[in-house]
């Protein structure tokens, strides 16, 4: 009887610790997050995979398209999104951590486009690629341009190339990435940058404040220890 109520409170013990893993859910953006050799990778993944260590708490990563991301750490308790931006009509919606990284928001062209673009306003009346739920399609359809999106980044310089829109808007880093995957660093050009944001992990509300600030107090001492200037040197050129 003795060792049988052993093994059952090692199992209920295994269980207790399973249910305190925070969720962490994220999209295939790199250098940020990304896959890589069938394991979740990138500057943020490193940088929160450190900081969960150190604050002695654990969390289970999971690759999902981004919108179902962002909504499923909306929505359900013990979960974060990354890597986010944080914006004054999201600001309210999570607790924050971070920044773990950052962004250019840049738009891109085919190189053969003859026209110089000196200011965002001078698209004001071209259609633009974009990203579904992407902070930069959102702050661009909010401001009155004329967004095309698309479920995937990665299929936007393809419908640049062919002339379904003259302009596309996306991260410098995520764009550079796509671009030299895709074969096409010298078709498709950089013509402006208009926007910086940084990029956070946004927690559910229902997370324990007490591990929010356990996070931040260690990104805090990563920054100051030298440790995420090494992690941004592995991934950023």
């Known amino acids: 009887m003795r060792i049988k109520c052993l093994s059952l409170l090692v199992l209920l013990s ?76 999201r600001e309210s919606l999570f607790q924050w951590v971070g920044p773990i990284a950052s962004m250019d928001w840049v738009l891109y062209a085919r190189a053969d486009n003859p026209v110089k673009i000196n200011q965002l ?6 259609v633009i ?42 991260s410098r880093p995520r764009a550079t990435a796509l671009l030299e995957k895709q074969g096409l660093t010298k078709s498709i050009d950089p013509v402006l940058t208009f926007g910086h944001t940084d990029l956070f992990l946004a927690c559910n509300l229902s997370i324990q404040s007490d591990l929010v600030k356990k996070l931040n107090d260690a990104l805090l001492q990563m920054k100051n220890d030298g440790t995420s200037a090494k992690i941004d040197a592995k991934y950023v050129p």
């Open 14 to 89: 295994c269980a207790w610790l399973t249910a305190q893993a925070t969720e962490l859910v994220t999209e295939d953006d790199p250098p940020h997050n990304m896959l890589k050799d069938k394991k979740i990778v990138g500057v943020s993944t490193e940088k929160l995979e450190e900081a969960f260590k150190r604050s002695g708490a654990t969390m289970h990563i999971q690759l999902l398209p981004w919108a179902r991301a962002y909504q499923q750490a909306s929505t359900d308790s013990d979960t974060c999104v990354y890597s986010t931006a944080r914006t004054a009509e």
């Open 129 to 170: 690629g974009g990203y579904f739920q992407d902070v930069i399609s959102l702050w661009l359809i909010s401001h009155g341009y004329h967004v095309d999106v698309v479920s995937s980044d990665d299929l936007n310089p393809a419908k640049l190339q062919i002339k379904r829109f003259n302009y596309w808007a996306s």
């Open 121 to 126: 306003e001078d698209v004001r009346d071209e």
